[in-house]
């Protein structure tokens, strides 16, 4: 393939021919090496992103096989350990914030939830003492006035 121009002048002819040939030939090379780069960064990118989603999502995952670990599996909490634990809670009230929740004797997974409840309940008490401070502090000062 090339392309031809001629020109006339001054009685003369001129010719200028260009081959096309090795240009098409090296520009299809240069567009095949590109969509080559950019098939290779597509799949980089999409395996990256799929690690990336395992690595972040892995902590969900662990709690849910976790869960369903725990609720197929009859045998790992006896009766008596649950009642331990929903009898401690049903004492907690108002007057008795203090009470918390043994968490040496029991099994891995209510060790886990004992020990949440209690910082739960550590929250809620310091709450409320705050509360009582500051009703204590304000009925102070309008005694005063």
Same mark, same amino acid.
């Given at each position: 393939?090339?392309?031809r121009i001629?020109k006339a002048?001054n009685?003369?002819?001129?010719?200028?021919v260009v081959q096309?040939?090795? #240009?098409?030939?090296?520009?299809e090379i240069v567009i095949?090496?590109?969509?080559?780069?950019?098939l290779y960064a597509?799949?980089?990118?999409?395996?990256?992103?799929?690690? #990336?989603i395992?690595?972040?999502?892995?902590?969900i995952? =662990?709690?849910?096989?976790?869960a369903?670990s725990?609720?197929?599996?009859?045998?790992?909490?006896?009766? =008596?350990e649950?009642?331990?634990l929903?009898g401690?809670l049903?004492? #907690?009230n108002a007057?008795?914030?203090?009470t918390?929740?043994?968490?040496d004797?029991?099994?891995?997974?209510l060790?886990d939830?004992a020990?949440?409840i209690?910082?739960?309940?550590d929250? #809620?008490?310091e709450?409320?003492?705050?509360?009582a401070?500051?009703?204590?502090d304000a009925?102070?000062?309008?005694?005063?006035r």
């Amino acid at each position: 393939m090339s392309f031809r121009i001629e020109k006339a002048f001054n009685g003369s002819s001129y010719a200028i021919v260009v081959q096309l040939t090795p #240009i098409l030939t090296l520009a299809e090379i240069v567009i095949l090496v590109l969509l080559a780069i950019q098939l290779y960064a597509a799949v980089r990118s999409f395996l990256d992103g799929g690690r #990336i989603i395992r690595r972040t999502m892995s902590p969900i995952v =662990e709690l849910a096989e976790r869960a369903l670990s725990i609720n197929t599996d009859k045998g790992s909490f006896t009766p =008596e350990e649950i009642q331990a634990l929903t009898g401690k809670l049903d004492g #907690i009230n108002a007057a008795k914030l203090d009470t918390r929740i043994e968490v040496d004797g029991a099994k891995d997974e209510l060790r886990d939830l004992a020990a949440a409840i209690n910082k739960i309940l550590d929250r #809620i008490n310091e709450s409320y003492k705050a509360q009582a401070r500051f009703v204590s502090d304000a009925s102070h000062e309008l005694r005063l006035r």
